[in-house]
């Protein structure tokens, strides 16, 4: 069964580096999304990406993530100087349509720890 | 604006126990889809279900069953018998069907429900 891969599964970067989590979607689908979960909080929508442009973003994502699929199956978050807050769960997801009319399949999830 | 809320923060029951998550949830459009996902420990997200909002047909599957009542907002998940696997947390999401103002679609979660089933 096709899924939704992520790596790495755990990254520990130092305040103020760059992470770039990487995500290889589903190899029919046409939308991307970034989600992000704090330790024992809710998922939260950060941006969603189709035909190579974001066609959605939360207040979350602001100038310091941005998004880019690089290649035919590469989908990559990028966050440019990471903050404490930024130590979360960052889950990828990719459906075949509109999020809503079709499943979104969630990747395993990268733990991203800022130290 | 989208809102879902989930009550109950943690449910504790007994194995073989039945248990009912419940899920209330705020759109303005009139076309939407809700989902459940389960998350256990190891962190993964797992489909459970999604329903659109012209279907309120209640749904079985297994020892799990989904009563959607658009008439309350309500999408509450049960789970009968329930086992020790299935502790996890439980989340509800609303994903609207039309695109925001923005051209975009996206999917709000609850808060999740922590289910612990003690054997």
């Known amino acids: 069964e096709p899924e939704v891969t992520q790596t790495p599964s755990h990254q520990v970067t130092q305040m103020g580096q760059e992470v770039i989590l990487r995500c290889v979607p589903i190899s029919n689908h046409l939308y991307f999304y970034w989600y992000r979960q704090i330790l024992g909080q809710k998922v939260e929508f950060l941006v969603s990406f189709y035909n190579n442009e974001i066609s959605e973003k939360s207040e979350i994502f602001d100038d310091q993530f941005s998004v880019e699929r690089p290649d035919g199956s590469n989908f990559t978050l990028k966050i440019r100087s990471t903050k404490l807050e930024d130590s979360a769960m960052y889950f990828c997801a990719s459906s075949e349509g509109l999020a809503g009319a079709n499943e979104q399949f969630f990747g395993p999830g990268t733990r991203l720890t800022v130290l | ?119």
């Open chain 2, 1 to 119: 604006a989208q809102k879902v809320t989930q009550a109950q923060t943690e449910i504790s029951v007994v194995e073989k126990e039945d248990v009912t998550l419940d899920c209330v949830y705020e759109t303005r459009d009139t076309t939407y889809y809700l989902f459940w996902y389960k998350q256990p420990p190891s962190g993964e997200l797992v489909f459970l279900i999604r329903r659109n909002s012209f279907d309120e047909q209640n749904e079985i599957s297994g020892r799990y069953s989904w009563n959607f009542q658009k008439s309350t907002s309500s999408f509450n998940f049960t789970i009968t018998a329930s086992q020790v696997v299935d502790s996890a947390v439980y989340f509800c999401a609303l994903s609207e069907a039309h695109p925001s103002s923005s051209g975009g679609f996206k999917t709000i979660f609850g808060a999740g429900t922590r289910l612990f089933v003690k054997a």
